[in-house]
């Protein structure tokens, strides 16, 4: 009996003793459900006793079944067996694999049963229906499979290689960068002729590289004057070295031009505000057009004087011999430990 051919395909002996007695007259479909009936409360029990998800291969109880139904039952019935089979466990999500995975399964599955690939198209169709395979791509894993194949993945592919990235493309781009800083990444991928994601990818990935903006700096200044500079910097801390009370009688000058007002900046105009009161508003203001040059001497104490440039006034050299003299006056009166010790 087709029962007795299903039954006897069933690994577990609970399940088989219990389909056994049942009626002569059960129909294949009853079996059939008291079977995936028995599976799914099996794998609840077990679940409950390990605390994980269990999972059925279809290839094992199922399998032996459809094997012994195949010798006895005719191709219309089995495939209407096996593409209920499939259905449920896809509906179960029994089968954790994608569609065209399960599908050369089956299609193996075919092949060590001796089924030939007509049929096995054709169960293929009555399973999955629109998601079959195409009759190409099923004929050409059947050949495969019976020439020995066992793996149903698709086998790694080396791909086409990379004309972009060699080593021979990485240098000379970099040393199109090295000779020009500011070159873009098309004014590259144009020269050499690759392409833009391939020459970002360069730039990036293989040389390390980003795009940033000049940093802002009082004055840039030549190697002569940074020379300059630093021998008057080594000179003055071999100066203190010798003379500790050096630098506390010293007194500089700076030079400044100074607004009549100076607009305020975003977050010195930032206030609080309540959730309900609307966000304030401000005027947009420029720069104050009158301006004077303040002149502006110091010492490690504090200011020793201070001189505004009169108005209409030309700066030249009476100018500063009049601010030295007024210098030399604020320093008698201000710093007279200075004065007095002509230091």
């Known amino acids: ?23 002569d007259d059960v129909t294949l479909d009853k079996v059939f459900a008291v079977a995936i009936s028995f599976e799914l409360a099996e ?4 679940e409950l006793k390990d ?27 089995l495939s209407k067996v096996y593409g209920r089979i499939i259905g449920v466990l896809d509906r179960l999500r029994f089968l954790p694999i994608k569609k065209k ?20 198209f054709r169960m293929l169709t009555v399973a999955y229906g629109e998601a079959t395979l195409d009759r190409s791509n099923v004929y050409r894993w059947y050949k495969m499979f019976s020439e020995g194949r066992e793996d149903v993945n698709d086998e790694e592919r080396a791909g086409r290689p990379s004309t972009s990235t060699t080593d021979e493309k990485i240098n000379e781009v970099e040393k199109m960068i090295l000779a020009n800083r500011r070159i873009t990444v098309r004014e590259v991928s144009e020269d050499l002729n690759i392409s833009i994601g391939s020459c970002h990818s360069i730039f990036i990935n293989d040389l390390g590289m980003r795009r940033v903006a ?57 206030q609080w505000k309540l959730p309900h009161e609307p966000r304030p508003k401000k005027a947009r203001q420029v720069r104050s057009n009158v301006k004077v040059l303040l002149t502006v001497f110091f010492d490690c104490r504090g200011v020793v004087h201070h001189k505004f440039l009169p108005q209409g006034r030309t700066v030249n050299k009476e100018y500063y011999l009049q601010v030295m003299r007024n210098l030399r006056e604020a320093i008698r009166q201000k710093r007279p430990d200075l004065w007095k010790n002509k230091n």
């Open 1 to 23: 009996m087709m029962r007795d051919r299903f039954v006897a395909g069933i690994k577990s002996e609970i399940l088989q003793k219990k389909l056994l007695q049942e009626d």
């Open 43 to 46: 794998i609840n029990t077990r």
């Open 51 to 77: 605390n994980s998800v269990a999972k059925i291969s279809p290839d094992i109880d199922l399998g032996r079944a459809l094997t012994l139904l195949a010798q006895k039952v005719s191709w219309e019935q």
């Open 101 to 120: 995975m399960d599908q050369r399964t089956c299609i193996k599955f075919c092949v060590k049963n001796e089924i030939k690939c007509v049929d096995a």
């Open 214 to 270: 000049a940093k802002f700096v009082p004055k840039l200044l030549n190697c002569d004057q940074k020379q300059h500079r630093m021998n008057i910097a080594n000179e003055m801390l071999d100066s203190v070295r010798d003379d500790p009370n050096l630098l506390q009688r010293v007194i500089t000058g700076d030079e400044a031009w100074v607004y009549g007002y100076d607009v305020e900046t975003k977050a010195q105009s930032s």
